[in-house]
């Protein structure tokens, strides 16, 4: 993924290591709904921690994979 929404690698890996072991959903499903979603989110300004900070709520509360609740979100 290449949205330019992240600066680095390792940002990229400590969110979403921190936001992976903190709720109900896992790193690989939180990556998968940023790879869906990171494009829509760039162009409305919104930062990649709010995006996968908002990926992981939704999918730990509803418990939908991230690919759905990243398409859901582009």
């Known amino acids: 993924m290449n949205s330019g929404l992240v600066s680095s690698a390792q940002e990229a890996t400590d969110v979403i290591s921190a936001l992976g072991d903190s709720a109900a959903t896992t790193a690989a499903d939180i990556t998968k709904g ?4 990171a494009y ?12 996968a900070s908002m990926l992981t709520a939704i999918s730990a ?12 979100m582009q």
Do not use: C, F, M
């Open 34 to 37: 940023l790879q869906k979603s």
């Open 61 to 72: 509360n509803t418990q939908l994979s991230g690919t759905v609740v990243g398409t859901a």
């Open 40 to 51: 829509a989110a760039k162009d409305l300004g919104i930062s990649y921690a709010e995006l």
